[in-house]
């Protein structure tokens, strides 16, 4: 990646090779194709860590990685389980003795189970690879998540599951917020499930959850969930930032709220706070994001979810990269004040390698180096066709 700016170089230069270095492909015999996704002190990969490291992981060409890995979560989710995916597994694919005691007592999240099959449809757009629409395995999984888990865990019949309210992680809880209050029902579990909802276009359902998600509104912000007494309003962290992220309550009231929180009152595992760039680079806050990415970068810290998630913030966050099943790419940037330029070279979307290049807010330069044939390119209002070896140069209308 280059740029006007040396920061952004250099920031690249580190986050990418660290990111690569967490490679376990090859690092012993029977590892499967993976990356180090958890803490460094643990060697192995968890189901949530590696739903927020993938988009990173493709950018930098780890497409068998992440197959293998969501591939094996998929498969582990089995009726004994009540359709839970195992929480972590070592590299040469064991279960993580550490996380599990048996199938009655393990480390399992609601929004885990949903997280896993938006992020791999999520790759499906980025790679147009078709197995991750007709593995058997991930094609399973997908079905018997919004079907089979949700019967198994919705005592009520409304189409949600429950946590058991205890926020004992071994029996299971309703967020990702593992320092929670006893949810049954958690804002970024609730929302999880409507972005594979929306994903597969079971819009009907995925309404009734957006309506559900609106009566948790109490004219300031959004609760993050639901106990046995009724809606809790304190801050949540993950159950108040993952909603709009996955596209739940996203008003600018709720946002300004959540920015506030943000500031004031942010988590202390720095893995949690990685979401913040991708949340605020969707909903334009630009600068915002701008600043948590740098506050991750800065901080140079060795837990392998933020090398892998500053990579897509300084790609897909900067560029606002929306690619559809590998065969189209839509473009939005989000470059803050202090960067004039940058370039990202080789990414792929789909079958096609690409040259990105992005001026402030007016100028889009996309170069096709290789590709199946021409990729539609979409900047603003203005889309092109782009065959290999050919260069489209986009001016913003609303240029400043």
Not at 117 to 129: F, H, K, P, V
Not at 198 to 222: C, M, P, S, V
Not at 344 to 357: E, K, M, N, S
Request: aromatic share 12%.
């Amino acid at each position: 990646m280059s740029s006007d700016s040396g920061y952004v170089e250099q920031a690249f230069a580190w986050a990418s090779k660290r990111a690569l270095d967490w490679v376990q492909t090859d690092a012993h015999p029977g590892n499967l194709p993976s990356y180090w996704a958890g803490y460094p002190s643990r060697d192995m990969f968890y189901s949530r860590d590696i739903c927020h490291q993938a988009a990173g992981a493709h950018l930098l060409g780890l497409d068998a990685e992440n197959f293998a890995m969501f591939r094996h979560f998929a498969r582990s989710a089995t009726p004994a389980r009540k359709w839970f995916p195992i929480w972590a597994f070592h590299f040469d694919g064991r279960i993580a003795a550490l996380d599990y005691h048996n199938d009655e007592h393990f480390v399992r999240e609601i929004p885990a189970v949903f997280d896993l099959c938006y992020r791999a449809l999520e790759q499906y757009d980025w790679t147009g690879d078709r197995r991750w629409l007709d593995d058997s395995d991930l094609a399973a999984y997908y079905e018997t998540s919004l079907g089979e888990f949700v019967t198994a865990h919705d005592a009520d019949g409304d189409g949600i599951p429950e946590a058991g309210g205890t926020a004992d992680i071994f029996l299971g809880t309703a967020t990702y917020n593992e320092r929670e209050a006893p949810l049954l029902i958690a804002g970024d579990g609730l929302a999880t499930q409507y972005a594979v909802l929306r994903k597969l276009g079971r819009d009907a359902e995925a309404d009734r959850i957006e309506a559900t998600y609106q009566t948790w509104w109490n004219g300031e912000h959004f609760a993050r969930g639901v106990t046995k007494e009724g809606l809790d309003f304190d801050w949540g962290l993950e159950s108040h930032t993952l909603p709009p992220l996955f596209g739940l309550g996203g008003t600018e009231q709720s946002l300004d709220w959540l920015e506030g929180k943000m500031d004031s009152d942010p988590p202390k595992n720095i893995e949690s706070l990685s979401y913040y760039p991708e949340l605020l680079f969707k909903y334009g806050r630009d600068e915002s994001a701008w600043r948590w990415t740098k506050h991750l970068i800065d901080s140079r810290d060795d837990y392998p979810e933020i090398s892998f998630t500053v990579v897509e913030h300084l790609v897909a966050g900067l560029l606002g990269l929306r690619p559809e099943a590998g065969t189209a790419l839509t473009l939005t940037s989000h470059l803050p004040a202090e960067i004039g330029w940058v370039t990202a070279d080789h990414v792929r979307v789909g079958g096609w390698d690409l040259r990105i290049t992005q001026e402030a807010r007016h100028t889009t330069e996309v170069t096709v180096h290789s590709g199946p044939g021409a990729l539609p390119v979409t900047v603003g209002a203005e889309t092109h066709p782009l065959e290999p070896g050919r260069t489209a140069r986009f001016i913003t209308k609303d240029a400043s």
